[in-house]
């Protein structure tokens, strides 16, 4: 068991240790250099970096999740604070949705205001989709998840009072744990995690990794 990975749904880096097992956000990186890496990853565009030229962009996509190293769609989604208008921003999830449908893969999602707004969408979703830097209320994350979400948190987790109470209340088999932008250590955030739940944190990467390969359809390294 203690051999198991720390699963790290959603991070800027590489892999930080041997027990690492990361999702790296890749943004439209070139194909070659995706396809040179030894570790997972995801494509999508973000809805900061959305440009007028957007068309080419998703082309670029749907060639990039092709590759074996792309295990999910993302980071895409929705924002009321940066980013184009609204109503652009719905177009572009919508094929990003689309595309996570045709390759069979989850859809990794940035949320900002929008918690409501993606319940519009819960139908389009075949595959799992996952909300990262989860950072709402007990109302939203359970609305949310009665929608079929599954949601990720961060290093907010590790200070943020109001959110540890969320967390308590959440099952454990509709979360993940990431770093996203943040340099620290995965392993720091399980340690919280397994605290705040008042368990191993062996037991904890027991539900994480199976959480993992049910959703992303994943055999893992060492298996």
């Known amino acids: 068991m203690d051999s198991l990975p720390f699963i790290n749904l959603h991070t800027h880096r590489k892999p930080q240790s041997k027990d690492e097992i990361v999702v790296r956000n890749a943004f439209l990186k070139a194909p070659d250099l995706i396809d040179s890496i030894n570790y997972f990853c995801s494509c999508g565009i973000h ?3 959305l440009s007028s030229d957007f068309e080419n962009d998703l082309i670029h996509l749907e060639r990039l999740i092709e590759l074996k190293q792309v295990v999910a769609v993302g980071e895409c989604g929705l924002d009321r604070i940066k980013g184009p208008e609204l109503i652009i ?3 572009v999830l919508l094929k990003h ?3 996570a449908n045709q390759c069979n893969k989850p859809i990794i999602l940035h ?4 918690y409501s707004d993606i319940l519009e969408f819960k139908s389009r979703f075949k595959t799992p989709w996952i909300i990262h830097g989860f950072k709402g209320n007990e109302t939203q994350s359970k609305n949310l998840i009665n929608a079929g979400a599954r949601l990720s948190f961060g290093p907010r987790l590790l200070h943020d009072e109001s959110l540890q ?3 308590k209340q959440t099952s454990l088999e509709n979360i993940y744990l990431e770093t996203d932008t943040k340099p620290l250590g995965i392993q720091s955030i399980y340690k919280k995690a397994a605290e705040l739940k008042d368990i191993e944190i062996n037991q904890l990467k027991v539900i994480l990794t199976a ?3 049910r959703d992303f359809l994943l055999v893992l390294p060492n298996e």
């Open 165 to 167: 109470q969320v967390f």
């Open 111 to 114: 949320l900002v205001k929008t």
């Open 97 to 99: 949705i689309e595309l």
């Open 47 to 49: 809805p900061w970096l």
């Open 89 to 91: 921003q719905q177009e």
């Open 211 to 213: 959480n993992f390969k």
